[in-house]
């Protein structure tokens, strides 16, 4: 989320300090202010060639947190992602274009809004909506059996704080979709968590919460891998097993693993601690589970420095994963040198709607991009910059 108004570190913003969220307040407008932008943004210094994004967002708008479905035998692609719809106001909803593949390449269509913050302010998600991911199976729900979930971040706060993972349903991917009415992964109850506060009419909590949904179907129909942030009293990626076959009756949660970090790291070549806003996908060949992560923040000088510089891919063992033990084998690092942009950051892995390879040969990334400022720019150019770009890298052979 921005993943801005709540004003919002960015989807890619979570389990951070607190000071790194009031750095982003100072830097965004109140939800609904429009400013016009006269500044054109300055690209790094000794950038290389830039890759073109998928599409142009309108002036004063943002494109990014992607989710990429291939269907039709490759010869159409569902893009889900976080925007603004009305220019210079930063509240995200979730938005789809749909890609059709010609001789020349993808042609895609006109943006269309899928969802919604809540219209009541008692709702949960009533300030954002951001991160979505759509899986395929079968959920039953107000007596009907749906084709598809929807999860989503969703908030009622400001601050990028109060941040929970909640689900919808639609029987196309165009929608409509239809949301489940509570958070299925919550807040924390932990008595530091509460409210500190308020911004713009809405609340402020302590923690940022949980979000960034990420996840893979494991039986075709109600069941799912899914993975999630959190940042809260305890930071990291966790994933639980998630039964959503009879949502008349609930969710079913497994207790949550950790996400392991072995063999993940830095540019540098320091080990991280743990990995952050991931995105996931099987590859029923190899029987491999591969992810995007979020590279460490502030790796310059220039801003926004609470944006990722890079994304890593990597991948494991599906069954190690699952069991939250193995060795992640970095497949690749995308950052400047690769695209041009000098923020890499919110990616995801293009596959099908069970969550598998679009692809066995090679993987195709989503990206979101941005630029990058000496100092912060004026009217809060910076957060026009953001785009999505696609990414074809070839799969290498195991080891």
């Known amino acids: 989320m921005i993943r801005g108004g709540q004003m919002r570190c960015l989807r890619g913003r979570p389990p951070l300090p607190a000071l790194l969220c009031l750095t982003a307040i100072l830097c965004l407008p109140p939800a609904g202010l429009s400013r016009q932008s006269g500044q054109t943004p300055s690209p790094h210094p000794d950038a290389v060639p830039r890759m073109e994004p998928a599409f142009y967002p309108r002036e004063r708008t943002y494109a990014y947190a992607p989710s990429l479905l291939e269907e039709e035998g490759g010869k159409r692609r569902y893009l889900f992602y976080c925007a603004n719809r ?5 509240t995200d909803y979730l938005c789809l274009r749909i890609g059709t593949r010609t001789r020349s390449g993808w042609q895609w269509g006109e943006e269309r809004a899928i969802l919604a913050p809540g219209e009541a302010k008692t709702d949960w998600d009533s300030r954002h909506v951001c991160d979505p991911e759509a ?30 993972v909640g689900v919808a349903f639609a029987n196309r991917l165009e929608g409509p979709w239809r949301k489940y009415p509570e958070p299925i992964i919550r807040y924390t109850t932990h008595p530091e968590g509460g409210r500190i ?8 909590y302590r923690y940022w919460g949980v979000g960034q949904p990420a996840a893979v179907s494991l039986d075709g129909a109600g069941k799912a891998l899914l993975c999630y942030t959190r940042g809260e009293e305890t930071h990291g990626q966790e ?9 008349d009756a609930g969710p079913r949660l497994s207790p949550p693993i950790r996400v392991p970090a072995a063999g993940l790291t830095t540019v540098g070549g320091k080990p991280i601690a743990y990995p952050r806003n991931i995105s996931l996908a ?20 220039r801003f926004p420095g609470f944006i990722s510089s890079y994304v890593q891919v990597a ?24 695209t041009g942009w000098s923020r890499n ?8 709607a069970r969550g598998r390879l679009a692809q066995e040969d090679r993987l195709t990334l989503a990206l979101s991009v941005a630029d990058s400022f000496e100092t912060p720019p004026p009217d809060f150019a910076w957060l026009w910059t953001y785009r999505i770009l696609l990414y074809d890298l070839p799969i290498p052979p195991a080891k």
């Open 86 to 90: 009305e220019p210079g106001s930063v």
């Open 135 to 164: 899986l395929a199976g079968r959920f039953r729900y107000q007596g009907r059996t749906w084709r598809y979930a929807l999860f989503y971040l969703g908030c009622d706060a400001e601050s990028s704080t109060h941040n929970q």
């Open 197 to 204: 506060g308020e911004a713009h009419g809405f609340p402020v």
């Open 239 to 247: 994933m639980v097993t998630a039964d959503l076959s009879d949502m």
């Open 282 to 301: 099987f590859s029923p060949s190899r029987k491999r589970l591969y992810i995007t992560r979020e590279g460490e923040l502030h790796t310059d000088t």
């Open 315 to 338: 991948e494991m063992a599906a069954e190690d994963l699952r069991a939250g033990r193995g060795v992640w084998r970095v497949v690749a690092t995308i950052g400047r040198e690769t």
């Open 345 to 352: 950051h919110n990616a995801a892995l293009g596959r099908d």
